[in-house]
T-cell receptor
Framework: EAGVAQSPRYKIIEKRQSVAFWCNPI?????LYWYQQILGQGPKLLIQ????????DSQLPKDRFSAERLKGVDSTLKIQPAKLEDSAVYLC??????????????FGPGTRLTVT | GENVGLHLPTLSVQEGDNSIINCAYS??????FIWYKQESGKGPQFIID?????DKRQGQRVTVLLNKTVKHLSLQIAATQPGDSAVYFC???????????FGGGTRVLVKP
């Protein structure tokens, strides 16, 4: 089966600019996650969707970050305005009933964001 | 609070030897513990998991051990190969929902 797709793979922007990332989960996966992974650290959950509803966004900096999953499939994550500390890899993951367990998350390759 | 961490940031292993990666956790409410492998430029990849009511689980060349008494998790890789070079993360899942909390990662370097 096709994996989780993300684009772009790399993005360089200046601080205070805006940026958007796109994710296409594995077909049929109802749950979609966005993680932020700062260099040398483990991924940190930003937001979790179940279909097109938000399950957990407790760690999403809502003053500058937003995410949507309007049709319950693709998702976009936006940062506006970006800060230097937003430099990180943004990972998208999805999970569903198929696979080893409903919680098993399949990750995309990530988008590496550099804010200068 | 929640805390999943690793003792060793870098582990150098001779090819063919066994590797052991350790992880400490502090949240007793987790029902699953999972190990992920992350190669450079890629997203984390599921390796193996273990339920909180188990103490050992084996996969292909990998074994996960869970010691709930001391809140310790380990991943053993048998006959380490160059393809095993990567960063390994442990993660825990709370009993409610699918939220994963990741530790900081251990880099494994396999020497030929």
């Amino acid at each position: 089966e096709a994996g989780v797709a993300q684009s772009p793979r790399y993005k360089i922007i200046e601080k205070r600019q805006s940026v958007a990332f796109w994710c296409n989960p594995i077909s049929g996966h109802a749950t979609l996650y966005w993680y932020q992974q700062i260099l040398g650290q483990g991924p940190k959950l930003l937001i979790q969707f179940q279909n097109n509803g938000v399950v957990d966004d407790s760690q999403l900096p809502k003053d500058r970050f937003s995410a949507e999953r309007l049709k319950g499939v693709d998702s976009t994550l936006k940062i506006q305005p970006a800060k230097l500390e937003d430099s990180a890899v943004y990972l998208c993951a999805s999970s569903g009933l198929a696979g080893r367990g409903p919680y098993e998350q399949y990750f995309g390759p990530g988008t590496r964001l550099t804010v200068t | 609070g929640e805390n999943v961490g690793l003792h060793l940031p870098t582990l150098s292993v001779q090819e063919g030897d066994n590797s052991i990666i350790n992880c400490a956790y502090s949240n007793s409410a987790s029902d699953y513990f999972i190990w992920y492998k992350q190669e450079s430029g890629k997203g984390p990849q599921f390796i193996i998991d273990i339920r909180s009511n188990m103490d050992k689980r084996q996969g292909q060349r990998v074994t996960v051990l869970l010691n709930k008494t001391v809140k310790h998790l380990s991943l053993q890789i048998a006959a380490t190969q160059p393809g095993d070079s990567a960063v390994y993360f442990c993660a825990e899942k709370k009993a409610a929902g699918n939220k994963l909390t990741f530790g900081g990662g251990t880099r494994v370097l396999v020497k030929p």
